[in-house]
């Protein structure tokens, strides 16, 4: 973000030298451009956060390796201290110009009332499994995020969401952890108030490991089918009307990438489900080649633009290429034509690849033609 505020400093002050536009709106351009310039860490900075973080985890260790020593009253005030020096240090450190070192001691707070939960039910014996404490982690570190509006505490509330949503979710013998969806809902609601896309970003990606998991307790093709026309509907919206859904979601316009990584995981679901099935052969067929041109459509449509989508179809290209090979050939080649079928397929892949990438990457001619 920094190397592009300073390159458009430069094309304003090169525009104004042009006589394309005058000094007072030079001027507010670049007032715009700081205003929305995100500061970058410095090494130092960066440093302060993990040594921050280092002490956090160091006061924990040291409470814990002595915990029966320590008052039982001693322990409370010591971890409660760390929690409000973590959450009030941070908060005059941001206000005084010091976001990094701000932030990082409030993801030591955090970190601290996680550790708090444990240490304290185990010194008062309260009953509980480790998901429920997760859970309660979680909802603080969420309520310390709406509080302070902090980005990194609400993407560290998601990621604790995750933690607890794979505990049950591989825990067979539990209820399916439905409640994440409910958690998603309201993280993505909060992630609007403290100005998080990250958590957004990562929100959407967990919520696609929810319906992976899903598919492991029920059956495949209830959930595989709805999330690959959900995702081919989200992409056409994204792509068709991208200025008004970018402005509900603020994704910052990778919403088709996101779609694109949905439609290919409902159908990975699917032909996995498929490809067990001798019956089912003509299926997998199917399932492939909707596959591969939900792939060449996704780069014809949106690939231009972002190029984090185009390596999301080249890496689901290669996985089809890939299933394929194993569901329908391998009867057909020995152990030297798989290696020599693979070399074919990673060539035909790179020419694609820089095909693909020199076209995307050429200078749009049509406006010079016209």
Request: glycine share 8%.
């Given at each position: ?255 088709p990438m996101h779609a694109l990584i949905g439609f290919l995981t ?97 200078p749009d001619m049509t406006g010079a033609a016209a």
């Amino acid at each position: 973000m920094a190397g592009y505020s300073s390159r458009v400093r430069l094309d304003i002050a090169r525009w104004q030298q042009a006589g394309l536009i005058d000094a007072p709106t030079a001027d507010v351009l670049t007032r715009d451009v700081e205003a929305n310039e995100r500061k970058s860490l410095s090494f130092g900075s960066i440093l302060a956060m993990m040594a921050a973080l280092l002490f956090g985890a160091a006061i924990l260790i040291f409470i814990a390796a002595n915990w029966e020593v320590i008052p039982r009253l001693v322990r409370v005030a010591a971890l409660f201290a760390v929690i409000l020096a973590g959450y009030v240090g941070g908060a005059v450190l941001k206000m005084r110009d010091h976001a990094a070192i701000g932030e990082a001691l409030w993801i030591v707070a955090a970190a601290a009332f996680g550790g708090s939960i444990a240490l304290i039910g185990q010194m008062y014996h309260l009953s509980g499994d480790e998901a429920s404490a997760v859970v309660t982690w979680g909802a603080g570190t969420a309520l310390a995020a709406v509080a302070l509006r902090s980005n990194p505490l609400t993407v560290a509330a998601v990621g604790i969401a995750d933690a607890w949503l794979f505990l049950k979710g591989f825990e067979y013998r539990a209820e399916f952890p439905h409640l994440f969806v409910v958690m998603a809902l309201v993280l993505f609601a909060v992630s609007f108030w403290t100005r998080s896309q990250a958590a957004r970003h990562l929100i959407i990606l967990s919520v696609l490991f929810y319906l992976v998991l899903l598919v492991t307790r029920y059956d495949t093709l209830p959930v595989a089918i709805p999330l690959v026309v959900a995702s081919v509907l989200l992409f056409i919206a994204a792509i068709f009307a991208a200025g008004p859904v970018d402005r509900i979601l603020q994704l910052g316009g990778r919403l088709p990438m996101h779609a694109l990584i949905g439609f290919l995981t409902g159908l990975a679901m699917i032909q996995f489900e498929l490809a067990d099935e001798s019956s089912y052969s003509s299926g997998f067929a199917i399932a492939s080649a909707v596959a591969l041109a939900g792939i060449v459509a996704a780069i014809v449509l949106g690939g231009r633009e972002s190029r984090g989508l185009r390596w999301v179809a080249y890496a689901g290209f290669a996985f089809e290429l890939a299933i394929i090979y194993v569901v329908m050939l391998q009867s057909m080649l020995d152990t030297a034509g798989f290696f020599l079928a693979a070399a074919v397929a990673l060539a035909v892949l790179a020419f694609i690849i820089i095909r693909i990438e020199k076209r995307m990457n050429a200078p749009d001619m049509t406006g010079a033609a016209a």
